[in-house]
């Protein structure tokens, strides 16, 4: 399925979008210093509060534009969306980069981007894309 080079390859076809380290120095992609996505190894709360059925491998972080956006990937596909309750509250979802399809990555990448790019670039890039 879907690799991190699938990851940088569309986030950096998005306007404006740089790749630069995130808090723990694992990579993660902006727009205007916005972070949309990023790689979210689990941590050991995460991995307690999931018990046995933690995922293994990779793990990106992707912002939704609203929390009824989140509810509603985790309730689409259990099998690639999840959360942890340090997300509670928080519009993002992790996903299981290795179940998810290349084209629904490419899908969650540009709406993560759309939910942190300024109005205006996002409106360029919806119009441009049209």
């Known amino acids: 399925m879907a690799t991190w080079d699938d990851v940088r390859r569309i986030a950096l076809a998005l306007p404006e979008t740089t790749e630069r380290g995130s808090y723990d120095d694992l990579p993660a992609w902006r727009v205007r210093d916005k972070m949309f996505v990023w790689d ?4 050991r709360s995460d991995l307690e509060a999931l018990g046995d059925t933690a995922p293994d491998g990779p793990i990106l972080g992707a912002r939704v534009p609203d929390l009824g956006a989140k509810e509603a990937l985790l ?3 259990p099998a690639v969306y999840f959360t942890t309750p340090h997300l ?13 399809a290349v084209d629904d990555l490419t899908e969650l990448i540009t709406e993560a981007w759309h939910a942190r790019a300024p109005k205006r670039l996002a409106a360029a890039h919806r119009a441009g894309a049209a």
Not at 40 to 43: E, N, S, Y
Not at 88 to 100: E, H, N, W
């Open 75 to 77: 309730a689409d596909d």
């Open 88 to 100: 509670d509250g928080y519009p993002a979802v992790l996903v299981r980069l290795d179940r998810i």
């Open 40 to 43: 979210r190894p689990l941590r």
